[in-house]
């Protein structure tokens, strides 16, 4: 895809912009609505103060480049700047700040990141505009796609909260993060990055690290990059909590697992005339999840990627297409044979590209977008059943977007997507969205748009079984057993949303109101009770409807030129589905009603730079408790323990000090005060580290 540099406002560290949702698809929630009537007096306000910005130049949100503020959604961008700021180590250590996102620990000790209320399985990671798959090799556990590029091969992060179903298809339901990695250099430069972190008490892990990146020419307008690391987190010594099952059997409980990750990538760039580029990458990497003191590694999982990218500029248009093969593996180890278990192996291969151009319309300027996509892929799974599941899917689409300057003030931009499946047919994914620029830095934003997501491979299988200690078995306690259906429905949802944006010289806010209406919502229903031997049986099926609603905001605030107080947050006012005949709703996914973090970053001196911040994480959004209610006959029970019925702290501090030109050293101290959820609760944070890192530039 497309690539375009980066321009830091003066005015704000994190470049936000706010969202607005859309004028159209019939009623819109009074949630929406009473926005609009909130925010009328700031307008008036904003209209006394003439500023001009600096522009921060973003691609996610539409294919065709725009400013964060002029961007058709409700963006957020993280770029080099910000997590240098922050010492960062990892990018979730970077996305705690963006609105709209939460970020806490599931009850299998990874890491979920989910935007609006929805689950973390509707969030779509991108590198450089491609989807990343690894995931489809686990049915559960997985730690992420966030760790794969090492924060020094990192250009910028854009994260499109919302639906971007009509640009990336399939799992942008909830939101999109899209991970920017550098582009080659005219000269020769890098940087090298040594890391570590320090816990005080055993049921939280060490991690130590060492990453680094490299770019630069080769002559005859050829140019490599590449970049590669290697890191290891430790298994806790001990578990925080054991889970009783069926039988009375312990299951250990951990606050993260241990994992040594070893990745490496490289990327040839050929820029034989102007307005043409080739590129081919190739990128590989291996995760061992460790096993429990004394233990083998219980789990390997590798991926493999291959790519050929070509770039071209036709008259005043660019055409951006790609050709891209993943295979991943994932290996459990086999205690009993003291052998790896035969691999589960996902494979995708797609085919891309894409067009963007502009001229008039109506004599005013109409910027477009048409692409086209077909893409293969291909499970085999040993492991999670006791019969293979395997299958394979071919999947094609077109789509064409367009952006239309109305008026000075106004611009409108629409797109339409057609999906065709090769099992559930053809698709149509529709989304209007309006940008009015009230002018000296307001504007004003609305949207409304349609999701699609089809039912994996493995869901659809009759043979696929797989064990719950709880959390998938809703809203019934667990453990249950869930078993795949081949006759499930894709789930579709209609999303709404409205914000006000202000880019100022010294401040910057947005505010975003947003309605989310899941229909056919994929979960599992429960058709065989427990008995005194088996476990419940539950099967994969289309609920009526989940249904998220909220408001997420975000404050910059330079409060001198040394001085930036930060602010993001979000209010989940719904996050709910109904489960056939029972009359309670019960929560769509683990996520606090109130999510907030706020902090400053002080720039002490020339060479230092200290910041801090606290998040507040409040009760389960949706907490409901419905123990020995009786409908139709059955015990309707509590939803299981994930939920947090109690808010808790997270405090991080950190300082970062230019040692030189060259060399950046780094210490911190997260979670200072160890904040956890409640002890009943199936998750926990980790607990305090304290790390030390430093980054060396050449």
Same mark, same amino acid.
């Given at each position: 895809?497309? +690539?375009?540099?980066?321009? *830091?406002?003066?005015?704000?560290?994190?470049?936000?912009?706010?969202?607005?949702?859309?004028?159209?698809?019939?009623?819109?929630?009074? /949630?929406?609505?009473?926005?609009?009537?909130?925010?009328?007096?700031?307008?008036?306000?904003?209209?006394?103060?003439?500023?001009?910005?600096?522009?921060?130049?973003?691609?996610?949100?539409?294919?065709?480049?725009?400013?964060?503020?002029?961007?058709?959604?409700?963006?957020?961008?993280?770029?080099?700047?910000?997590?240098?700021?922050?010492?960062?180590? @990892?990018?979730?250590?970077?996305?705690?700040?963006?609105?709209?996102? %939460?970020?806490?620990?599931?009850?299998?000790?990874?890491?979920?990141?989910?935007?609006?209320?929805?689950?973390?399985?509707?969030?779509?990671?991108?590198?450089?505009?491609?989807?990343?798959?690894?995931?489809?090799?686990?049915?559960?556990?997985?730690?992420?796609?966030?760790?794969?590029?090492?924060?020094?091969?990192?250009?910028?992060?854009?994260?499109? *909260?919302?639906?971007?179903? #009509?640009?990336?298809?399939?799992?942008?339901?909830?939101?999109?993060?899209?991970?920017?990695?550098?582009?080659?250099?005219?000269?020769?430069?890098?940087?090298?990055?040594?890391?570590?972190?320090?816990?005080?008490?055993?049921?939280?892990?060490?991690?130590?690290?060492?990453?680094?990146?490299?770019?630069?020419?080769?002559?005859?307008?050829?140019?490599?990059?590449?970049?590669?690391?290697?890191?290891?987190?430790?298994?806790?010594?001990?578990?925080?909590?054991?889970?009783?099952?069926?039988?009375?059997?312990?299951?250990?409980?951990?606050?993260?697992?241990?994992?040594?990750?070893?990745?490496?990538?490289?990327?040839?760039?050929?820029?034989? $005339?102007?307005?043409?580029?080739?590129?081919?990458?190739? $990128?590989?990497?291996?995760?061992?999840?460790?096993?429990?003191?004394?233990?083998?590694?219980?789990?390997?999982?590798?991926?493999?990627?291959?790519?050929?990218?070509?770039?071209?500029? /036709?008259?005043?248009?660019? /055409?951006? +297409?790609?050709?891209?093969?993943?295979?991943?593996?994932?290996?459990?180890?086999?205690?009993?044979?003291?052998?790896?278990?035969?691999?589960?192996?996902?494979?995708?291969?797609?085919?891309?590209?894409?067009?963007?151009?502009?001229?008039?319309?109506?004599?005013? $300027?109409? @910027?477009?977008?048409?692409?086209?996509?077909?893409?293969?892929?291909?499970?085999?799974? !040993?492991?999670?059943?006791?019969?293979?599941?395997?299958?394979?899917?071919?999947?094609?689409?077109?789509?064409?977007?367009?952006?239309?300057?109305?008026?000075?003030?106004?611009?409108?931009?629409?797109?339409?997507?057609?999906?065709?499946?090769?099992?559930?047919?053809?698709?149509?994914?529709? =989304?209007?969205?309006?940008?009015?620029?009230?002018?000296?830095? /307001?504007?004003?934003?609305?949207?409304?748009?349609?999701?699609?997501?089809?039912?994996?491979? *493995?869901?659809?299988? !009759?043979?696929?079984?797989?064990?719950? =200690?709880?959390?998938?078995?809703?809203?019934?306690?667990?453990?249950?057993?869930?078993?795949?259906?081949? @006759?499930? &429905?894709?789930? #579709?949802?209609?999303?709404?949303?409205?914000?006000?944006?202000?880019?100022?010289?010294?401040?910057?806010?947005?505010?975003?109101?947003?309605?989310?209406?899941?229909?056919?919502?994929?979960?599992?229903?429960?058709?065989?009770?427990?008995?005194?031997?088996?476990?419940?049986?539950?099967?994969?099926?289309?609920?009526?409807?989940?249904?998220?609603?909220?408001?997420?905001?975000?404050?910059?605030?330079?409060?001198?030129? @040394?001085?930036?107080?930060? #602010?993001?947050?979000?209010?989940?006012? &719904?996050?709910?589905?109904?489960?056939?005949?029972?009359?309670?709703?019960?929560?769509?996914?683990? #996520?606090?009603?109130?999510?907030?973090?706020?902090?400053?970053?002080?720039?002490? %001196?020339?060479?230092? %730079?200290?910041?801090?911040?606290?998040?507040?994480?409040? &009760?389960?959004?949706?907490?409901?408790?419905?123990?020995?209610?009786?409908?139709?006959?059955?015990?309707?029970?509590?939803?299981?323990?994930?939920? %947090?019925?109690?808010?808790?702290?997270?405090?991080?501090?950190?300082?970062?000090?230019?040692?030189?030109?060259?060399?950046?050293?780094?210490?911190?101290?997260?979670?200072?005060?160890?904040?956890?959820?409640?002890?009943?609760?199936?998750? *926990?944070?980790?607990?305090?580290?304290?790390?030390?890192?430093?980054?060396?530039?050449?």
């Amino acid at each position: 895809m497309p +690539s375009f540099h980066v321009i *830091r406002p003066t005015h704000s560290r994190h470049g936000r912009s706010i969202r607005a949702a859309s004028p159209s698809a019939g009623r819109l929630p009074a /949630l929406l609505l009473g926005l609009t009537a909130l925010t009328a007096p700031t307008i008036a306000l904003a209209q006394a103060e003439v500023v001009e910005l600096d522009t921060v130049i973003v691609t996610s949100a539409s294919s065709i480049a725009t400013s964060i503020q002029d961007a058709p959604a409700s963006i957020t961008v993280i770029d080099q700047s910000d997590i240098r700021a922050k010492g960062a180590r @990892d990018i979730k250590d970077v996305l705690r700040t963006v609105p709209g996102l %939460n970020l806490t620990r599931g009850n299998d000790g990874n890491s979920q990141v989910s935007f609006r209320g929805l689950s973390s399985s509707r969030t779509l990671t991108l590198i450089d505009g491609k989807r990343v798959s690894t995931r489809n090799t686990f049915a559960r556990h997985y730690g992420g796609d966030l760790q794969i590029v090492p924060l020094d091969a990192i250009e910028r992060i854009e994260v499109v *909260r919302g639906p971007m179903s #009509t640009l990336y298809g399939s799992d942008a339901m909830g939101g999109v993060i899209n991970i920017i990695t550098k582009k080659a250099t005219e000269t020769w430069s890098g940087s090298l990055t040594t890391d570590f972190a320090f816990a005080d008490e055993n049921s939280t892990a060490d991690s130590r690290a060492i990453s680094g990146y490299i770019s630069g020419p080769l002559g005859n307008n050829l140019s490599l990059s590449a970049w590669g690391k290697l890191g290891e987190t430790d298994a806790p010594d001990a578990p925080y909590a054991y889970s009783e099952g069926r039988g009375g059997v312990l299951t250990p409980l951990y606050t993260s697992n241990g994992m040594r990750t070893k990745t490496l990538g490289t990327r040839l760039t050929w820029a034989p $005339q102007e307005g043409m580029e080739w590129g081919a990458e190739v $990128q590989g990497s291996v995760d061992n999840y460790l096993g429990n003191v004394g233990e083998p590694d219980s789990r390997k999982v590798s991926r493999t990627s291959y790519g050929l990218t070509n770039e071209l500029q /036709l008259g005043q248009g660019h /055409l951006s +297409s790609y050709l891209r093969h993943e295979t991943s593996g994932n290996e459990s180890w086999n205690a009993t044979t003291g052998t790896w278990d035969d691999p589960i192996d996902y494979d995708t291969t797609t085919l891309e590209s894409r067009y963007t151009s502009q001229t008039t319309l109506g004599g005013r $300027q109409f @910027d477009y977008t048409i692409g086209g996509l077909v893409a293969h892929e291909k499970l085999s799974d !040993p492991q999670t059943s006791a019969e293979l599941i395997e299958g394979s899917v071919d999947t094609a689409a077109i789509y064409a977007e367009g952006r239309w300057q109305a008026t000075d003030m106004l611009s409108l931009t629409t797109g339409l997507r057609v999906d065709h499946h090769e099992r559930f047919g053809t698709h149509v994914t529709p =989304r209007i969205y309006a940008n009015y620029d009230f002018g000296n830095g /307001l504007m004003l934003k609305g949207g409304y748009s349609q999701a699609f997501v089809a039912p994996d491979l *493995r869901n659809l299988n !009759p043979n696929y079984e797989m064990g719950s =200690r709880g959390n998938g078995c809703k809203p019934y306690q667990g453990p249950c057993t869930i078993v795949g259906n081949p @006759d499930l &429905k894709p789930e #579709t949802s209609d999303n709404y949303e409205i914000g006000l944006n202000y880019q100022g010289e010294r401040s910057s806010w947005e505010v975003t109101a947003f309605y989310n209406d899941v229909q056919d919502m994929i979960s599992a229903r429960r058709i065989r009770p427990a008995t005194p031997t088996e476990s419940a049986l539950f099967q994969r099926d289309n609920f009526d409807y989940g249904k998220t609603a909220g408001i997420e905001f975000g404050l910059d605030y330079q409060i001198n030129d @040394d001085l930036t107080w930060t #602010t993001s947050g979000t209010y989940i006012a &719904k996050s709910e589905f109904k489960y056939g005949d029972f009359d309670t709703a019960y929560p769509m996914a683990t #996520t606090p009603k109130w999510n907030i973090t706020t902090g400053l970053g002080w720039q002490a %001196n020339d060479k230092l %730079n200290l910041s801090g911040e606290v998040t507040y994480v409040g &009760k389960q959004a949706g907490y409901v408790v419905e123990d020995g209610l009786v409908v139709g006959g059955d015990e309707q029970a509590s939803v299981p323990a994930g939920q %947090n019925s109690k808010a808790y702290y997270l405090v991080n501090v950190a300082a970062a000090y230019d040692l030189n030109d060259m060399a950046t050293l780094n210490v911190g101290i997260d979670n200072l005060f160890n904040g956890q959820p409640e002890s009943d609760v199936s998750y *926990r944070e980790n607990g305090r580290l304290f790390t030390l890192g430093i980054t060396t530039r050449f």
